[in-house]
């Protein structure tokens, strides 16, 4: 479910959402106009009333489309730190501020990521460092958090600890290349 779209749907049933850019969760009534402006990393981002919300996958059968499928965990395998960080990174790169269609490592938000074994000897922990394009913005706690469910989902995977830091701060430099064409800002 990687694309950006502008499709009106009638909402199928009551939703959770989260309120863009403040994070404030809100319940969608059904039988409400959406526009879905963003399907990207396993979310939508929407448009009801004039106001924009971020509507977790699971919940995509109240926009009329298949919800993610429920992945439970697998069992950890002897993974190696070189799997699981790639693991990590790939996960990451599914994380989508609900703004800009630009996952979040292409942005520039991860300012660090650390993987320590923890004492189930095949497990890990991932200690990550994110900012987010304003430090006004109230989406860092369900960013924080989607980052965290995907993370844990990592078989080996068994601590995650997201830090959101400030300094320095973010600004259109820590984009990457392929993030700065897509947006268009040179």
Same mark, same amino acid.
């Given at each position: 479910?990687?694309?950006?779209?502008? /499709? $009106? @749907?009638?909402? %199928?049933?009551?939703?959770?959402?989260?309120?863009?850019?403040?994070?404030?969760? *809100?319940? !969608?009534?059904?039988?409400?106009?959406?526009?879905?402006?963003?399907?990207?990393?396993?979310?939508?981002?929407?448009?009801?009333?004039?106001?924009?919300?971020?509507?977790?996958?699971?919940?995509?059968?109240?926009?009329?489309?298949?919800?993610?499928?429920?992945?439970?965990?697998?069992?950890?395998?002897?993974?190696?730190?070189?799997?699981?960080? /790639? $693991? @990590?990174?790939? %996960?990451?790169?599914?994380?989508?501020?609900?703004?800009?269609?630009?996952?979040? *490592?292409? !942005?520039?938000?991860?300012?660090?990521?650390?993987?320590?074994?923890?004492?189930?000897?095949?497990?890990?922990?991932?200690?990550?460092?994110?900012?987010?394009?304003?430090?006004?913005?109230?989406?860092?706690?369900?960013?924080?958090?989607?980052?965290?469910?995907?993370?844990?989902?990592?078989?080996?995977?068994?601590?995650?600890?997201?830090?959101?830091?400030?300094?320095?701060?973010?600004?259109?430099?820590?984009?990457?290349?392929?993030?700065?064409?897509?947006?268009?800002?040179?």
């Amino acid at each position: 479910m990687d694309m950006e779209t502008r /499709e $009106q @749907v009638t909402l %199928a049933r009551d939703v959770e959402a989260a309120l863009v850019p403040v994070g404030d969760r *809100v319940a !969608l009534k059904a039988g409400e106009r959406a526009v879905i402006t963003q399907a990207l990393g396993g979310s939508y981002t929407v448009v009801v009333g004039g106001n924009m919300y971020r509507i977790d996958g699971k919940d995509a059968d109240a926009l009329g489309k298949q919800p993610l499928a429920q992945q439970g965990k697998q069992a950890a395998s002897a993974a190696t730190r070189d799997a699981v960080e /790639e $693991q @990590v990174w790939e %996960a990451l790169r599914t994380c989508y501020d609900p703004e800009i269609p630009v996952n979040i *490592v292409e !942005l520039g938000l991860i300012y660090g990521c650390e993987l320590q074994p923890v004492d189930d000897p095949r497990g890990w922990r991932v200690q990550l460092q994110m900012t987010l394009t304003a430090p006004g913005c109230g989406m860092g706690d369900y960013l924080s958090r989607e980052v965290e469910q995907k993370l844990l989902a990592i078989p080996g995977v068994e601590q995650v600890d997201v830090e959101l830091v400030w300094d320095p701060p973010w600004s259109r430099e820590r984009m990457s290349e392929a993030a700065r064409l897509e947006l268009g800002v040179f």
